[in-house]
């Protein structure tokens, strides 16, 4: 069975780091699409970022890039997400999810977890 | 990267159709025919409903449709039944290989 769980969040303070891990079975992380998604409370989803799975092509979206870096450990069949310099409106629950590339949609998501920036 | 456009809710009746927007850009619906819809019922994650447009997976009920014309996205549930109360996004993949997703749409069953 399809499986992702998400780890590693918690309360950071502003300009502080964290490193969220996402770990995949049931599949291989390195044969699809990986994707990091987050839910501020009460929002909507927002996407942050991709991890290709043939070429390894990592794509950001603006509101990260530069601060947020993903990568993956195949030896682990795991995801990650290093999270620097937080803001308050980082808030969320990250979600870890997988891009089925036939359907080109995510078909399986992580439970979450949360993040807190705040002082 | 700005997120697609939903109406914030919608609302309808048991047995009711109801169909709710998403309108992108031709960076993302208009030009590639990867639109998705998810529901996300409070407390857990999103479930995918509909991929490619119009498709749905396994095990998704009928009463989910969907369709696209331009830059506009929708997604039409019909025979609505209170199971369906939910909040909803659209998403698409974009010409820049990045993800876009709507800002939600709450739906509620009177």
């Known amino acids: 069975e399809m499986e992702l769980v998400e780890s590693g969040g918690g309360l950071a303070p502003p300009g502080g780091s964290l490193r969220l891990s996402c770990a995949a079975s049931g599949f291989t992380v390195n044969s699809y699409d990986m994707n990091w998604v987050r839910q501020a409370p009460g929002r909507g989803l927002e996407w942050l970022a991709s991890f290709t799975g043939s070429s390894g092509n990592i794509y950001y979206a603006e509101s990260v890039k530069g601060r947020f870096t993903i990568s993956r450990d195949d030896s682990k069949n795991s995801l990650y997400l290093q999270m620097n310099t937080l803001r308050a409106e980082d808030t969320a629950l990250y979600y870890c999810a997988r891009v089925e590339g036939d359907l080109v949609a995510i078909d399986y998501w992580g439970q979450g977890t949360m993040v807190t920036v705040s002082s | 990267q700005s997120a697609l456009t939903q109406p914030a809710s919608v609302s309808g009746s048991p047995g009711q159709s109801i169909t709710i927007s998403c309108t992108g850009t031709s960076s993302n619906i208009d030009d590639y025919n990867f639109v998705s819809w998810y529901q996300q019922h409070p407390g857990e994650a999103p479930k995918l409903i509909i991929f490619?447009?119009?498709d749905r997976p396994s095990g998704v009920s009928n009463r989910f449709s969907a369709s696209k014309s331009g830059n506009t996205a929708s997604l039409t549930i019909s025979g609505l039944q209170p199971e369906d109360e939910a909040d909803y996004y659209c998403?698409?993949?974009?010409?820049?290989?990045?993800?876009?997703f709507g800002g939600g749409t709450k739906l509620t069953v009177l």
């Open positions: 490619s447009v119009t």
């Open positions: 998403s698409s993949y974009t010409a820049s290989s990045t993800w876009v």
